[in-house]
């Protein structure tokens, strides 16, 4: 299967109005891809979790903006550190510090 960034190389060399429902097929892929469960990411109810209020202060940013990098990095994804619970945001702490480049303690 060819890659995302491949699929959008492709869309850019497509008319106006094929490219737009390449595009609209494309975002469904990625939406559909966020949804399957990722075979090699690690179980995020064992890895260690803070709340937003927790990471917004030590990363300097409010809470909103937090919550807004966490619905864009789910956990599911290589880097991602959101992880919902119950309809709420938590964050999972070493990919979200390593993402705001700040170093990772190992106790």
Same mark, same amino acid.
């Given at each position: ?26 975002? %469904? ?38 919550? %807004? ?15 919902? %619970? ?6 999972? %702490? ?14």
């Amino acid at each position: 299967m060819a890659d995302l960034a491949q699929i959008e190389e492709l869309i850019r060399g497509f008319e106006e109005r094929q490219r737009d429902e390449l595009t609209a097929l494309l975002d %469904k892929l990625r939406a559909a891809t966020r949804a399957l469960p990722s075979t090699n990411a690690p179980d995020p109810s064992t890895l260690t979790k803070i709340s937003i209020g927790e990471a917004a202060y030590l990363s300097e940013l409010s809470e909103s903006q937090v919550r %807004k990098l966490c619905e864009a990095n789910p956990s599911g994804e290589p880097g991602g550190f959101g992880y919902k %619970k119950g309809g709420r945001w938590e964050v999972i %702490k070493d990919p979200f510090l390593t993402s705001r480049g700040m170093r990772v303690s190992r106790d």
